[in-house]
């Protein structure tokens, strides 16, 4: 047996059905869609999220959460990125946006991540996580909070 011998099972592979060629057909006139009515017309017919007079399943479920349209996305900068500048020192948006760890100094960043670094570094951001934190003061460095709330005064 070769490649070329290979073949679907018997049934396997449905022809598909081909309407509006004539009656001899046996799919002709009506196109296997009946006489009349909405589904007979071309376009759409019923929308799927019609459910007749039965009461819509998005409306039998319970409302569950919140989602805000304008959530607070925070860009994420690595300790693994601060530890190849091999230098200590002050770390604001500014010289992060020099750096080019940032793109918009005016939106939130955190600092995130569990590499090691060597140097002590003064860093400013919108959040830490935790680890983060924990090494940065282990390395001697300190952390500074910016206030979430000048954002939203930015961002009015």
Do not use: W
């Not at 459910?51 to 409306?59: D, N, Y």
């Amino acid at each position: 047996m070769q490649l070329h011998d290979l073949k679907p099972a018997n049934g396997a592979k449905k022809r598909r059905k081909i309407v509006g060629r004539g009656n001899g057909s046996g799919h002709g006139k009506t196109s296997c869609r009946g006489q009349t009515g909405q589904n007979s017309r071309s376009g759409r017919g019923i929308q799927k999220q019609l459910e007749g007079g039965q009461m819509p399943l998005i409306r039998r479920l319970p409302k569950v959460g919140f989602r805000s349209r304008r959530p607070v996305l925070y860009k994420l900068v690595s300790l693994k990125q601060l530890a190849a500048l091999n230098s200590g020192g002050k770390l604001d948006a500014e010289t992060l946006q020099e750096k080019g760890f940032i793109k918009n100094m005016f939106k939130p960043y955190k600092v995130v991540g569990n590499s090691d670094i060597k140097h002590a570094f003064q860093i400013e951001a919108y959040g830490f996580s935790k680890r983060a934190e924990e090494i940065i003061k282990n390395a001697g460095g300190q952390i500074k909070i910016i206030d979430k709330n000048i954002l939203k005064e930015k961002y009015k």
